[in-house]
């Protein structure tokens, strides 16, 4: 929700850890009864989830960015590289001991600016020197101190501690090489009468001044320019100790009797190392000298025992630097050592973090599997229904062109929609006409209520017919029904007209007719009667009338037998 707010947020990962399989699995699939999220308010809800059967599942945008996994707080590596660990009423059912470990576990997965979030009976209880109260009352943490490797001795778990890599060349100073030379030949003038070698962070030479020949020896194969590579024998562990030194306190360090080997003889060197100020911000530069030691002037003759003592003291202090730099060594192994199982650890909780992706992949695999499944399935009956709809048009098409009848097609505001060909007998239409109102139309026909009739079909949906004439003189019987769809809404009219005009012809004949034979028994003077075949008078003629003093329209359907009684 907060995201919601920023412009541009950053990419979300969630890892929703358990150690219950059972659990995890009901998570993944992310679907809960309406029970189980009563307690949300009615935005939420419509917010992040969406209803599917008698469930509600969430919704996908939150189901991607969380990755599930099995994990033991006490067994397992942690996350690395976090910003937020939100461990609510889990460690109080853990021993003072157990919590302690976990502690020390989230110290080491949060980013320096992270905070922790505990339950409300939860506290960080004695390790207040690793974590801070942001709100006491709310149980929120930060971690505290940039350095965790006061921690390294008592985790088992991997951490977000990286390997320094001292391979990595930070960027150099050459942009202000003249300021670098120019400092350094300073100090070296003022100070020293010596061999110095400049070296930056990463122990790289960056120049030379003075006989350095004389202590150190170009390396032969891939070109290296690590000091350390470049030291005559004798003098590599002492160095080596020198410049850890320097760089843990930055105060210097002089390394003297050290015994090098020059022209096939052994001979004693001092070495200093000092660190300069900084050159420029995140570099510094150290500066190594390198000279003889002084030699001792000459004393006059002594005994046997007195020539030893010097020696003595020599191998003395000789045996005091080895011992010194061994467990110098030895300390680096252990550092290198720590750093190394660091390193493991973390590769480590990163597989762990590979697979629980690959799991998350494998599952989201599995939905676009399925996605694409009713895709297709869905396509299939898209085009099934694009077939169907095909047929139903070619059917209508060739309908309306075979059919011998004018029929008008009109819309609920009596725009064409469709007619067939034989409606241009009676109207002037073109297939351009679709679309137009009826009342733009010339008709070639007299039918002053075709508008109202429509219109008033629209309202009452019943049908409504008229006769008319065309202008050539034939007869039409013209109706108007209601124009349904499938779903049995009206969406305008169907206007018919079915061609009479030899109906009534016939029928003319016949009424000339009649009226002829009319005439003809109308003339006769004897007494004429028609009868049709159940003896029903059908007509008597004016002299029949005169004779029995009746009246036709009395005498005409009544049987022959009941005229005069009988």
Same mark, same amino acid.
């Given at each position: 929700?907060?995201?919601?707010?920023?412009?541009?947020?950053?990419?979300?990962?969630?890892?929703?850890?358990?150690?219950?399989?059972?659990?995890?699995?009901?998570?993944?699939?992310?679907?809960?009864?309406?029970?189980?999220?009563?307690?949300?308010?009615?935005?939420?809800?419509?917010?992040?989830?969406?209803?599917?059967?008698?469930?509600?599942?969430?919704?996908?945008?939150?189901?991607?960015?969380?990755?599930?996994?099995?994990?033991?707080?006490?067994?397992?590596?942690?996350?690395?590289?976090?910003?937020?660990?939100?461990?609510?009423?889990?460690?109080?059912?853990?021993?003072?001991?157990?919590?302690?470990?976990?502690?020390?576990?989230?110290?080491?997965?949060?980013?320096?600016?992270?905070?922790?979030?505990?339950?409300?009976?939860?506290?960080?209880?004695?390790?207040?020197?690793?974590?801070?109260?942001?709100?006491?009352?709310?149980?929120?943490?930060?971690?505290?101190?940039?350095?965790?490797?006061?921690?390294?001795?008592?985790?088992?778990?991997?951490?977000?501690?990286?390997?320094?890599?001292?391979?990595?060349?930070?960027?150099?100073?050459?942009?202000?090489?003249?300021?670098?030379?120019?400092?350094?030949?300073?100090?070296?003038?003022?100070?020293?009468?010596?061999?110095?070698?400049?070296?930056?962070?990463?122990?790289?030479?960056?120049?030379?001044?003075?006989?350095?020949?004389?202590?150190?020896?170009?390396?032969?194969?891939?070109?290296?320019?690590?000091?350390?590579?470049?030291?005559?024998?004798?003098?590599?562990?002492?160095?080596?100790?020198?410049?850890?030194?320097?760089?843990?306190?930055?105060?210097?360090?002089?390394?003297?009797?050290?015994?090098?080997?020059?022209?096939?003889?052994?001979?004693?060197?001092?070495?200093?190392?000092?660190?300069?100020?900084?050159?420029?911000?995140?570099?510094?530069?150290?500066?190594?000298?390198?000279?003889?030691?002084?030699?001792?002037?000459?004393?006059?003759?002594?005994?046997?025992?007195?020539?030893?003592?010097?020696?003595?003291?020599?191998?003395?202090?000789?045996?005091?630097?080895?011992?010194?730099?061994?467990?110098?060594?030895?300390?680096?192994?252990?550092?290198?050592?720590?750093?190394?199982?660091? *390193?493991? #650890? %973390? &590769?480590?909780?990163?597989? !762990? +973090? @590979? $697979? /629980? *992706?690959? #799991? %998350? &992949?494998?599952?989201?695999? !599995? +939905? @676009? $599997? /399925?996605?694409? #499944? %009713? &895709?297709?399935?869905?396509?299939?009956? @898209? $085009?099934?229904?694009?077939?169907? &709809?095909?047929?139903?048009?070619?059917? @209508?098409?060739?309908?309306?062109?075979?059919?011998?009848?004018?029929?008008?097609?009109?819309?609920?505001?009596?725009?064409?929609?469709?007619?067939?060909?034989?409606?241009?007998?009676?109207?002037?239409?073109?297939?351009?006409?679709?679309?137009?109102?009826?009342?733009?139309?010339?008709?070639?026909?007299?039918?002053?209520?075709?508008?109202?009739?429509?219109?008033?079909?629209?309202?009452?949906?019943?049908?409504?017919?008229?006769?008319?004439?065309?202008?050539?003189?034939?007869?039409?019987?013209?109706?108007?029904?209601?124009?349904?769809?499938?779903?049995?809404?009206?969406?305008?009219?169907?206007?018919?007209?079915?061609?009479?005009?030899?109906?009534?012809?016939?029928?003319?004949?016949?009424?000339?007719?009649?009226?002829?034979?009319?005439?003809?028994?109308?003339?006769?003077?004897?007494?004429?009667?028609?009868?049709?075949?159940?003896?029903?008078?059908?007509?008597?003629?004016?002299?029949?009338?005169?004779?029995?003093?009746?009246?036709?329209?009395?005498?005409?359907?009544?049987?022959?037998?009941?005229?005069?009684?009988?």
């Amino acid at each position: 929700e907060h995201f919601e707010k920023i412009t541009h947020p950053p990419r979300l990962q969630i890892f929703a850890t358990d150690i219950s399989e059972k659990s995890l699995t009901t998570a993944r699939i992310g679907s809960y009864s309406k029970e189980a999220v009563q307690t949300l308010s009615a935005e939420r809800l419509s917010k992040f989830f969406h209803p599917k059967g008698d469930h509600f599942e969430i919704n996908r945008f939150i189901r991607e960015m969380i990755t599930f996994s099995s994990h033991n707080l006490l067994a397992d590596p942690p996350f690395s590289r976090l910003d937020l660990i939100t461990c609510r009423n889990v460690l109080i059912y853990f021993e003072p001991s157990a919590q302690q470990r976990v502690l020390e576990m989230f110290h080491f997965a949060l980013n320096s600016n992270g905070y922790l979030l505990l339950g409300s009976s939860e506290t960080v209880g004695r390790r207040t020197n690793g974590f801070e109260p942001v709100s006491q009352k709310s149980r929120i943490y930060r971690p505290i101190g940039v350095n965790k490797s006061g921690f390294y001795q008592n985790l088992r778990w991997t951490s977000s501690y990286s390997k320094p890599d001292w391979t990595a060349r930070p960027t150099q100073v050459k942009d202000s090489t003249q300021n670098l030379l120019r400092m350094i030949e300073q100090t070296i003038l003022s100070r020293y009468a010596w061999a110095c070698v400049a070296v930056d962070e990463t122990l790289a030479i960056q120049s030379f001044y003075g006989p350095t020949s004389d202590y150190l020896t170009q390396p032969t194969g891939e070109a290296r320019m690590d000091v350390l590579s470049w030291v005559k024998p004798g003098l590599y562990s002492g160095l080596s100790s020198a410049l850890e030194k320097v760089k843990a306190t930055g105060a210097p360090v002089t390394v003297d009797n050290i015994q090098i080997e020059r022209k096939e003889q052994n001979v004693l060197i001092e070495c200093r190392v000092e660190l300069l100020r900084h050159f420029e911000e995140g570099h510094r530069i150290f500066l190594v000298a390198f000279r003889d030691a002084p030699v001792a002037p000459a004393q006059g003759p002594t005994d046997g025992a007195e020539a030893t003592q010097p020696l003595a003291k020599q191998l003395e202090a000789e045996l005091k630097r080895t011992r010194k730099e061994m467990h110098a060594i030895i300390d680096q192994l252990e550092n290198a050592n720590e750093e190394h199982r660091a *390193s493991h #650890e %973390e &590769l480590l909780s990163l597989n !762990e +973090e @590979l $697979q /629980s *992706s690959n #799991e %998350e &992949l494998e599952a989201t695999k !599995e +939905e @676009l $599997q /399925s996605l694409n #499944e %009713e &895709l297709v399935t869905v396509n299939q009956q @898209l $085009q099934d229904k694009n077939i169907q &709809l095909s047929q139903a048009a070619s059917d @209508l098409t060739n309908l309306l062109s075979s059919a011998e009848i004018p029929i008008i097609f009109l819309d609920r505001n009596l725009r064409i929609r469709q007619f067939t060909p034989v409606s241009t007998a009676l109207m002037r239409l073109v297939p351009s006409d679709i679309g137009r109102s009826i009342q733009h139309i010339k008709v070639r026909f007299s039918d002053e209520n075709l508008e109202d009739d429509a219109k008033r079909v629209l309202d009452s949906l019943s049908p409504v017919t008229a006769e008319i004439e065309s202008e050539k003189g034939r007869f039409y019987i013209r109706k108007i029904l209601p124009y349904r769809t499938e779903e049995n809404r009206i969406e305008g009219v169907c206007v018919t007209f079915h061609d009479i005009t030899e109906q009534r012809k016939s029928e003319r004949r016949v009424a000339d007719a009649k009226a002829y034979a009319e005439a003809i028994i109308a003339t006769v003077r004897t007494c004429l009667i028609v009868l049709n075949s159940k003896f029903e008078v059908v007509t008597v003629n004016d002299a029949f009338c005169d004779l029995f003093k009746v009246n036709r329209n009395q005498v005409e359907s009544t049987v022959l037998f009941d005229l005069g009684n009988g």
